[in-house]
Every structure is written in C-alpha cells, then in structure tokens.
C-alpha cells in the first residue's frame, strides 16, 4: 500500500483546526504535488523534508508523490507542518507502521539536516488537538516547556527527524530529559517600593490594578510616570491557571517567549513604541492573522507611552477591544477573534516640550499647541479613562527620604483583598469587577448612599459631568470602597471617584 | 455725510486701538476727522493710504457688510453705547455687536484666562460666572476655549446674561469649535467686535480686544493664566483703568496659576478666594 495518513493542525487565530496530512505515492514520472491552498512557507516545505529526509539517511520516493492537506478549503500557512508530511510521506512509502501514525498529532519545522525546529502557535494548536480527542502530540523539543502546560496529553519533545523515526519504529525513546515546569510569578525585580513619593499616582495605580479601570498618567519627563506603569503588573494578583493558559496561547501565537515564560503567572505588560501601525496595536496581517499588542496584554497591562504622539487611528482602534474584551479582525481570508481584555495605561507629557509644569516658565509651547497635544486624546477613547491622574515631579523631600515606599507585595495584598470583596458580591452575576458593573446595575442594586447620589446628580445637573462619567464615577467608588472596607461607596469615596477622574468633563 | 457715515468710514479704514487716530476721533468728533483728513489737514504724504482707503469705500458699503452680518453699528453718543468704553487711552471709534445690546451697559465682570485650564480653573471660572449671575451681574469674556467658554457657560447656565469681545470680524466665529456657544450667548447677552466683518482674528487684534474686555466691565478676574498669557495684558489693562483686578490663586506648582501668582506678587491684583469676597471687594473699590 502507498498510501499513509497522520494529523497536524492548522490555525486561524487561536482557533484550531485538525489537518489530516494524506500522502499517495504512485508509478509515474517523479514529481511532489501539494494540495490544500498552503502558503509560501507552506510550499516551500517539499524541499525542506527532501533535504532532511536524505540527510536523516532515509530514501526519497522518485515516484509521483502527492500531498492533500484536508479539509482542503482551509488556508494553511506556515512550516509547521514539515514533520507531519515527512513522517506520512515515509509511511506511504512503507518505512514506518501507518497505524502507528494514524492518531498522532505531528507539529515542527524541519531543517534541512533533520533538526526540528520551533514553531509559534504549538499551545492553541494542542489546545485543539486535545478537544479533538488526539491523545499523543510530537512536538518541536524547544516548544517542549510551553507544550507541557497541556494537561492530560502525552507530549513527545523531539530534537530531531532521527530520533522521532526511531521512536515511531522501535517505540524506544532516547532518554528526553522532560522539563519540569512550574508556575511561577516570579517577577522582573520590580518593585512599588522604588517609587520616590507620587502618593496620587499610587493610589490611581492600586485602584486601577483593583477594579480594572483604565488610567492617564499626565506629567512632566523624568516625574516616574513609567516607572509607575510598569510596576502595575506587581501589583496585580498572579493570574488563575485558566488565564496564565490563555496569555501564553496568545504569545505563543505571537511567538515572543523570548521575552515571557510560557509558565509565568504574572500578568504581562506590553508596552508598544508609539510609532506602532494599527496592525500591530490589534493584530492582522495578510495570510496568517497574528495578534497585536492588544491581545498580548490580555489579561494585562497595555501600557502606551507619549501617547498623543500615537497616529490617532491607533488609539481609536482599541476602542473596540476596550468595550468587547475581544479584539475581531476581519480580512478576505476570514475573521479571527482575540482575546483581548487589559487595562489600559496611558501617559502623556503636559505639552509638546514636556515643561508645562511646576511653574511653568521655561515652556516653549503656545497655547494652542498645549490644547491640541493632550486634546488629541480626547472623544471617544478619553471616555473610556476613569483615571486621569497628574504625576508631579519628584520633590525635594522624596528624593532625600531614605525609607523606601510601600513594596508592591503590600499593595498587591489589599489588591487581593479588595477583588475578592467585589468577586463575592457580583458572584453570580456574570462579571467580577467594578469597573464591569452594567449600567442598569448602578441605578439598582449597585447604588451609592444617597447623599452621594444626591452629590452626583447636582453636578450633572451643572453640566460638570455627563451621564456617562457619572456611571465611571460610581464603579470607581466601589473600588474606592472595596480598599476602604466600606459596604457600599459613601459620599467620601464617590467625591474622590470623582476627583480621580478629573472633576471637570470638557 | 454725516457722523455716523463718517464713523463707519474711519473704522473700517483704520486698524483698532490706533494710539493717534482712535484719540483723534474721541476727542474731535469723526466728521470733523474725516473732512480734515480728506482737506489735507493732517498732510497728504503721511496720511496717503489712509485717504486712498477711505476714498476706496462709500459709508453705505460699509454699512451694509454689517447688516448682512446681521449685527448693529454702534459708536459714541448712541443710547447702546457702553460709556465705560471712554476711560480707555485709545477709545474704540466704533463697535460691532449683535444679540441683546442695552446688556452692554450693564453691570458687568469680565472673567478671564487661559485656553488650557485645569479642572480646578474650569469649575471656578465656571463657579464665579454663575455665582455674579445670581447677583444681577453680567459676564464678559473673550469666547475662546478654556476659562472664556467656562465662564460663558456657567453665565448660560445660571441662565444669566454674557457677553463675548471678540477679537474676529462679528460673522467669523473663532474658535470655531465655540460655534453652539456662541449661538447661545446671542440669544440673552452680546457679541462684540471691533474689526470689520470678514476680517480674521489675527494675534495683534487679541491683545487690542482685550482692552476693549477690561474696559466695557466693572471689573476683572483672572482665574487661571499662565507665566505669558494674553489674561494678563487684560489684567494690566484694567488696572490702569483703575478698575477692580482680581485673581484666583493656585497650587505654587501649577503652571497655569503662575500668572496670577505673578500679578498678586506685583498687587496688581487682589486675591480673592469666593464670589461673596469679589463681591465686597468690588464694592469696596468703585
């Protein structure tokens, strides 16, 4: 018989699909066609597997060898499926057992001497292996450590062509050393602690980590905006196993585990320049849809640096992600959907100059031009901002203490805490934190004391707020309330709310 | 010809706040100018584009451009005539306004400052408007972005009556995002222009205008201003008038509140904290 068949899968986004790799050898003049719409990378696979299979010192067929990649609708992209051809064109060509083959999922890019090489992707496409009942998985040995975090699946990390046919011929495999996986919130080493002062900033920071509310950082170069941004992770808590799994399926679509542990339970932090396109800030491209920074923050912290330099565009298109907690992207070949739930940090210089502060005098800007900077943040996507906080630059005093501020395993502390709190009291309800709570849900059960309605309702009435900011003010009060132990959010809470967000809508 | 055709004429040929001519007509009368100006009493060779400009146009040109404005011609000796108008050094020769003009010769603060407020400026301006209001005051502004639209607003809101200088021609509206705003101060208060319709802000007219805002009030407040900002040049301007000059202090580190530290610093203003202090300082120094 010269016919054999394994599995691979193929992706479209973090979606899964299993690919049956078929392969018929017959007489005929020798030549190697490949069916099933493959992709450049994809195409140029059959020189790959010839070349690693003759430098593995196995035979190639000179006979008429064609490849189909089932369904044979489904645009297939990329060079992971080089091991699963390989392997199937050696079983139709009778040098391997093709039951032994049948219900193996193969995943790996070959190079040209045999070795197996890494491939992006390999989480989700196991995840989908797993919920198509495939048991045993051949993987790449350096995906080796993010393929474990699949449990109840039999992952087999191969280094090389060799080893993998030794193993599907004797079923004796060369000792791999399996990686011993832990997960871990081991962070970078940084700390809340080496915040100097910045008392308003922290507070907005803890708040932000508690209930999820988006946050500006307004401020003068050199005043720790960034330091502050980047220590919101820290604060945190570690993320659940089912969301670790996510953020790693995520990056390793992306393939930048260079910069995280696939087993990491921090929550990640992107930061991207801003010169980033609109592409990379939510994901896209031609044949494969890759996730953008959006959806690598998932779970996260998406942090935008100098952001009224951004092209507005970029902005305005994590407008969508912001309101969904998923991120669509449509092209010609389909619609992907991301995950795509972070919290937002912005920070911006006061002017173009970035000296608009303290006194104010050596500020070169005009008026106008310190109007327009931080107004092309404002519209839709300000809207979305419940936190709009001024960072000062750190004073004489702060710098002189010598005392440290308060370590980020303190905050992180009443973080839990205070999530906790609103994860009992919505319990049931579809959503866990404040900054979730539907709009009908403030007017009802979820209503402030009365007199901070009362409060509220006359500054809206003086136009101070719109109706809007009013309900963003009521889900940082209970926030606010959550970290204070108040029941529910009392006048104090919903006053600061309120100052938190900037006081005046404009 | 007669003085308003003669009126009509100078201001459309002459720029505002001329420190010669705009005395020069005060004083003598624009007829009297105008028929001086074209007998060569002030000699040809200085005066010559002055007299070709004038000579270029016919009163009822320029008469006309403003009706289509929809707006009145105002100038000294009308009933509507602001009088306060006349401390200034170089009076205004004419004034364009369109909406509810006897509110121009009442009682009235001017509040301004800068174009980027922080919330804390913006609620005072605001505050301070209203809080006049009640008090049968109008309120004078110069209808740009920030502390102007913020004390036009609260004036509007308080459903009190406000009034905007404005440093365009009376059917330009600059800044044009004000547009809604400024359809809605016409409908009680008054819009104010001292250059012909058509003509654009340019940066020179600011500084001009506000004079015009200093002197048409009672009294001024800077709410917030920073180190160089126009809303001190109005501040100057009615101190020199010897009117009433108020600011609202800031935090120390805020650099929109430099500029009223610095004119508290120079007692150019008085440091007021509440409309009820403003109140009696006014009252205390008219």
């Known amino acids: 018989m010269s016919l054999a068949q394994t599995s691979s899968v193929a992706l479209f986004g973090l979606e899964g699909h299993i690919v049956n790799v078929e392969v018929d ?72 057992e093709p039951a032994r083959i049948r219900n193996l999922v193969f995943l790996g890019e070959l190079s040209l001497d045999g070795r197996i090489r890494s491939v992006r992707g390999l989480l989700p496409a196991l995840m989908a292996a797993q919920k198509n009942g495939i048991t045993t998985a051949v993987v790449p040995f350096e995906n080796l450590a993010e393929a474990q975090l699949m449990q109840g699946m039999e992952i087999v990390g191969m280094a090389h062509l060799k080893s993998v046919l030794h193993w599907l011929r004797t079923g004796e495999r060369e000792e791999a050393p399996t990686i011993e996986y832990q997960w871990s919130a081991q962070d970078a080493g940084l700390d809340f602690a080496d915040v100097a002062g910045q008392p308003d900033a922290r507070l907005a920071a803890e708040i932000a980590a508690t209930g999820g509310h988006h946050i500006l950082l307004i401020g003068p170069p050199g005043a720790g905006k960034t330091m502050i941004a980047e220590r919101i992770p820290t604060i945190m808590p570690a993320l659940k196993k089912s969301e670790a799994l996510e953020v790693s399926a995520v990056h390793s679509l992306a393939g930048s585990f260079t910069s995280r542990s696939p087993t990491s339970l921090l929550a990640p932090i992107i930061s991207p320049h801003h010169t980033t396109t609109r592409v990379a800030m939510v994901g896209g491209g031609a044949h494969a849809i890759r996730p953008g920074a959006c959806s690598l923050a998932h779970h996260g912290v998406l942090f935008i640096d100098e952001a009224p330099e951004c092209p507005s565009g970029v902005l305005d298109s994590l407008r969508q992600p912001l309101e969904a907690g998923t991120i669509t992207i449509a092209r010609s070949i389909g619609n992907v959907t991301f995950p795509a739930s972070f919290l937002l940090v912005l920070a911006a ?33 300000m809207d979305r901002i419940d936190l709009r906080v001024h960072v000062d630059p750190v004073g004489r005093i702060d710098m002189a203490r010598n005392e440290l501020g308060e370590t980020s395993a303190t905050i992180r502390e009443r973080v839990i805490a205070a999530r906790s709190v609103a994860e009992m009291r919505f319990s049931g309800l579809g959503f866990s934190r404040n900054s979730e709570i539907p709009a009908r849900g403030l007017r009802g059960d979820f209503r402030p004391v009365p007199a901070a309605m009362n409060f509220l309702h006359d500054e809206l009435e003086r136009e101070h707020i719109t109706a809007r900011g009013l309900h963003k003010i009521i889900r940082v009060a209970w926030t606010l309330a959550d970290l204070a132990s108040h029941e529910i959010p009392t006048l104090a809470d919903v006053k600061k709310a309120h100052a938190m967000r900037g006081g005046v809508e404009i | 010809m007669n003085e308003g055709e003669a009126r009509a004429l100078l201001f ?95 009682r009235s603060l001017a509040i301004v400052g800068t174009r980027n407020p922080t919330n804390y400026g913006a609620r005072i301006a605001g505050d301070f408007a209203a809080g006049f209001v009640d008090r049968a005051w109008a309120v004078i502004s110069g209808g740009a972005y920030g502390i102007d639209s913020f004390a036009h607003k609260g004036a509007l809101i308080a459903e009190g009556v406000t009034v905007a200088v404005i440093a365009s021609g009376i059917d330009i509206n600059y800044p044009a995002g004000n547009n809604r705003l400024f359809a809605q101060i016409c409908e009680n208060g008054a819009i104010v222009s001292e250059t012909m319709p058509g003509h654009p802000a340019l940066p020179a007219r600011f500084l001009t205008r506000n004079r015009l805002i200093a002197a048409i009030s009672q009294a001024t407040l800077v709410v917030e201003a920073a180190f160089r900002s126009g809303s001190l040049r109005t501040a100057r301007d009615a101190a020199q008038l010897l009117r009433p000059v ?41």
């Not at chain 1, 100059?353 to 839709?380: D, E, H, I, N």
């Not at chain 2, 000796?77 to 004419?94: Q, T």
């Not at chain 2, 935090?251 to 109140?279: F, K, M, Q, W, Y």
């Open chain 1, 25 to 96: 050898i017959a007489d005929g003049l020798p030549m190697y066609s490949l069916l099933g719409l493959p992709d450049a990378a994809l195409s140029e696979s059959r020189d790959r597997v010839r070349a690693a299979m003759v430098n593995s010192c196995e035979i190639w067929p000179n006979r008429k060898v064609t490849v189909s990649l089932s369904p044979a609708w489904l645009p297939k992209s990329g060079s992971g499926f080089d091991l699963a051809i390989c392997i199937a064109i050696l079983s139709a060509h009778q040098s391997i």
């Open chain 1, 349 to 381: 210089n006061p002017c173009p100059c970035g000296k608009f502060s303290g006194r104010g005098r050596s500020c070169t800007c005009t008026s106008a031009q310190v109007r327009r900077y931080l107004g092309k943040l404002s519209g839709p996507l």
């Open chain 2, 12 to 106: 459309s040929a002459v720029e505002g706040a001329h420190p010669f001519w705009s005395q020069e007509i005060f004083t003598h009368g624009a007829l009297t100018i105008y028929e001086k100006l074209l007998n060569g009493g002030y000699g040809d060779s200085k005066c010559e584009k002055l007299i070709a400009k004038l000579r270029s146009t016919s009163p009822d040109e320029v008469l006309t451009s403003i009706a289509r404005a929809d707006a009145s011609f105002i100038y000294p000796g009308d009933l509507l005539w602001p009088s306060s108008l006349e401390d200034l050094v170089a009076p205004p020769i004419a004034l364009i306004a369109k909406g509810n003009l006897p509110v121009l010769s009442q």
């Open chain 2, 246 to 286: 108020m600011a609202i202090p800031g935090p120390i580190n805020s650099p929109t509140s430099e500029g009223c530290h610095r004119l508290i610093g120079e007692r150019v203003a008085e440091i007021v904290t509440s409309v009820a202090d403003a109140v009696e300082f006014i009252g205390a120094n008219r």
